[in-house]
């Protein structure tokens, strides 16, 4: 079985550029959340897809976008970088409605 | 929306000893309560999780209780080891919607 992978594992962007982080889920999984972790804090839920759709937004402006492909993997996509991103992206996994979620390693993301 | 409170923030033990980290929740729709352990620069690991139809579960020397009433559950580890030395969240989830405390920074001491 494979685990929950991330790319790049570290990036470091300009303010006002854009980003795209990507995720692969677990084998077996159709369901990806992602979530923004600062530096000391809890994640912060930014959206979840499955099959392919969005099924739920926390609290993020819509310069935060995703995607989901056929193959379960997903993207995270942040315009017009304000230097409060800088943070570490972490994608979680999980089957259909079960609840429980598996986390990749993460993309730590710096604004300069 | 749901929001989470976890104390404490930082917790010290000596090795043998109990650890408690308790989380409140305000959203009596959550039906999901998850313990995640992240050690320092790694990714957080589901250890323990409890659905609210249940008021306890135990996995060794982890248990996690619940109280829907009072909307709080707990994370308890008996005879801690140094290496549960790492920082936990606890989280409240409606379906997708997860939820993360703050985190405890807990510390073993050998």
């Known amino acids: 079985e494979t685990g929950v992978t991330q790319s790049p594992t570290h990036l470091i962007k300009t303010r006002g550029q854009q980003v795209t982080l990507r995720c692969s889920s677990q084998?077996?999984?159709?369901?990806v959340s992602w979530y923004q972790q600062a530096l000391g804090q809890g994640p912060q839920f930014i959206f979840q897809?499955?099959?392919?759709?969005?099924?739920g937004r926390g609290n993020f402006p819509p310069r935060f976008s995703g995607l989901q492909f056929p193959n379960y993997s997903s993207e995270l996509n942040v315009n017009a970088l304000e230097l409060d991103d800088s943070a570490l992206y972490l994608c979680?996994?999980?089957?259909?409605?079960?609840?429980?979620?598996?986390f990749g390693p993460g993309t730590r993301l710096t604004v300069t | 929306g749901e929001n989470v409170e976890q104390h404490p923030s930082t917790l010290s033990v000596q090795e043998g000893d109990s650890a408690v980290i308790k989380c409140t929740y305000s959203d009596s729709a959550s039906n999901y309560f998850p313990w995640y352990k992240q050690e320092l620069g790694k990714r957080p690991q589901l250890i323990i999780d409890i659905r609210s139809n249940v008021g306890e579960k135990k996995d060794q020397r982890i248990a996690v209780t619940l109280n829907k009433t009072a909307k709080h559950f707990s994370l308890h580890i008996t005879e801690t080891q140094p290496e549960d030395s790492a920082v936990y969240f606890c989280a409240a989830s409606i379906w997708h919607d997860m939820r993360f405390g703050a985190g405890t920074r807990l510390t073993v001491k050998p």
């Open positions: 979680a996994s999980s089957a259909g409605p079960a609840p429980e979620q598996y």
């Open positions: 084998s077996g999984h159709n369901t």
């Open positions: 897809y499955y099959r392919e759709e969005e099924n």
